[in-house]
């Protein structure tokens, strides 16, 4: 057991040598490490949102499962209550506003950072529209990136700018941010729309159904994210999806581009150190999302 004071908090950190990745044998305080160090720029995109805990107590190589009730929490990590319509009672997210209440969950096993799209406690207002472009068997992602391309250029036709991020996975997201009032019926509508158009003018690569067997060889363009009760892999976040450590990192629209001009795949599954790296000297591309105001087009 290691002591750390962290934010006037004193935090009891468990085995720091606990392997987390086996095939880079990146251990819980390695990934301590990078969140301590990327917390300038993650932080903002945590901070006010009820987070769903993603704990991996044994590593990506054990089984995993979701806490939305910030179980084992200390009393000074925040808690944003969301009342449940199903349960008849509040579940009482975790809210991870600054660095020490960060650091205890990861150290409690949370290795993914998973916000709501909303900011507490106005739970039915999204802060931001996201197409999650989720490539099927047979597809990978530089075809989501290639996707992403397209949904950012009609984005740009109806005159709303948009950002992109590597899911440090298979695929690609792009946010919309609003920042001004809006509903979850209205960005799933929106996001339901431009899918299906895509769909019906793409049909060879891209479905608008989440049906697994529709998506083979295509990109399936996830317009059910925006809804209030989800939540969506944060920027900056570590995955936990293969067997080494990567990043869900934004990627600018001409980087973008690029990776798919040059099939570079690595390119969009930057590892914890390369994140850093690149925060360093570029600073946050994706902080606009948290400011930018833009409204739908035909909404009031």
Known sequence: MSELEVDGRRLRLGDLHRVLYPDAGFAKGDALDYY??????????LRGRAMTLKLYPYGVAGPHFYDKHCRGAPPWVETAPMWSERKGADIRFCRLDDTASLLWSVDHGNLEMHPLLSLAPDFETPTAVVFDLDPGEG???L?????????????????????????GSKGVQVHVPLNAPAT???????ARDVAEVMASRMGDRVVA????????G????DWGQNDRHKSTVAAYSLRAKLARPTVALPVEWPELTTAVDSGDAEALLPDPDQALERVAE???????????????????
């Open 36 to 45: 301590a160090r990327i917390a300038p720029v993650l932080l903002p995109h």
């Open 139 to 141: 597809a990978g992602i």
């Open 143 to 167: 075809a989501a990136a290639e996707i992403a391309l397209v949904v950012g250029d009609m984005l740009s036709g109806v005159g709303l700018e948009s950002f992109a991020k590597s899911t």
């Open 184 to 190: 979850f019926g209205e960005t799933k509508a929106f």
């Open 209 to 216: 159904r989440a049906d697994k067997r529709l998506r083979t």
């Open 218 to 221: 295509k990109v399936f363009v």
């Open 282 to 300: 570029r600073g946050d591309p994706f902080a606009p999302v948290l400011s930018l105001a833009q409204r739908l087009p035909g909404s009031s």
